[in-house]
């Protein structure tokens, strides 16, 4: 594995799964990472992936450095030839270069704009770093992807599953602010790799990208969908095809306790952070139906598999 920017770089995701839960049992810190750095830039806020990843990092022996980016840093110019007389500093050619010279792995989030879909879908940011870094460089949330959630959702998944082929429904529910289509993208990317039945539900409107979720069953009825899964994903994202744009606050859409009794008694998975009573309802967040918090230690192993990966280079 060279990067980590994509679900592409992931050539055989059983053996990583494997390989992730090994590391989960195993429990015991390593001496693989010793020597070499960590360094994370942050252009949006983040809980699990900033936590998970320098958990990750230090468990295999690593130093890490963390930057907000966006408030501590210098503004960064990303266009090749610009005239920088404006409020942008620092030349991503010059600020990935000399972060190369301070880090043996650079992992960057950075949010899209949610305005120009086209703009959006050229990653930039990531990609600029993945260009001009000489190092590798893991994806931390990119304007159209999360590739680490979904490892650690397809960890969770292969944990939990009680039969071979699990159907997993990820399910759009209303959110107050217009949220990227980055982890559903991931997701369904990542449960295309799968054994499982997957289906996806969500309002009118709100299909992902057809590049993205291909073959994959869309229904714009809930309860259709949710009829004997065995894992159900809620989750928000903003309006691919009318661009980030919130065309439906439906409650009718949040995932409530009752909407479990159409399922196999349904493990309910969620990236976090959630709207409590608005994505999904207290009775089921506090339910044995809810794995978020299993599911968000899985961030720590799969963060812990791509930079062991990264780091050997293999
Ligand atoms: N799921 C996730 O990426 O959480 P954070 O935004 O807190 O990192």
Redesign the pocket.
């Known amino acids: 594995m060279k990067n980590y920017t994509s679900l592409s770089d992931i050539e055989n995701l059983q053996e990583l799964i494997a390989e992730a839960l090994a590391l989960k049992n195993e429990n015991t810190s390593a001496s693989f990472g010793k020597g070499k750095t960590l360094g994370m830039l942050f252009f949006n806020?983040?809980?699990?992936?900033?936590l998970s990843t320098e958990k990750a990092a230090k468990l295999l022996g690593m130093e890490v450095m963390v930057m907000n980016a966006d408030k501590d840093g210098w503004a960064l110019e990303f266009e090749d030839g610009a005239v920088m007389d404006s409020n942008k500093a620092e030349h991503i050619r010059e600020a990935a270069a000399v972060l190369s010279q301070y880090c043996d792995i650079i992992a960057v989030r950075a949010f899209p704009g949610l305005i120009d879909r086209n703009k959006d879908e050229e990653d930039t940011v990531i990609n600029s770093f993945v260009k001009y870094a000489t190092v590798p460089v893991v994806n931390l949330?990119s304007a159209t992807g999360?590739p680490l959630?979904a490892l650690t959702d397809a960890i969770t998944v292969s944990e939990l599953k009680k039969v071979n082929r699990p159907k997993v429904v990820l399910t759009w529910a209303p959110h107050p602010r217009a949220l990227p289509q980055s982890?559903p993208n991931s997701f369904v990317e990542v449960m295309q790799k799968m054994d499982v039945d997957l289906v996806i539900t969500n309002p009118e409107g709100y299909d992902l990208n057809p590049k993205v979720t291909k073959e994959t069953t869309i229904l714009h009825n809930q309860e259709e969908a949710l009829q004997d899964a065995d894992f159900v994903y809620v989750k928000n994202w903003s309006s691919y095809e009318d661009y980030g744009k919130i065309l439906n606050e439906d409650r009718n859409w949040t995932f409530v306790k009752k909407k479990l009794e159409i399922t196999n008694d349904a493990k309910v998975m969620h990236?976090?952070?959630v709207r409590r009573n608005v994505v999904i309802d207290d009775a089921v967040l506090d339910s044995g139906n809810s794995v978020v918090i299993h599911q968000a230690n899985n961030r720590t192993f799969a963060a812990q598999v791509v930079l062991r990966r990264l780091l050997s280079r293999d």
């Open positions: 806020p983040s809980l699990r992936t900033r949330e999360h959630q982890v990236c976090l952070p």
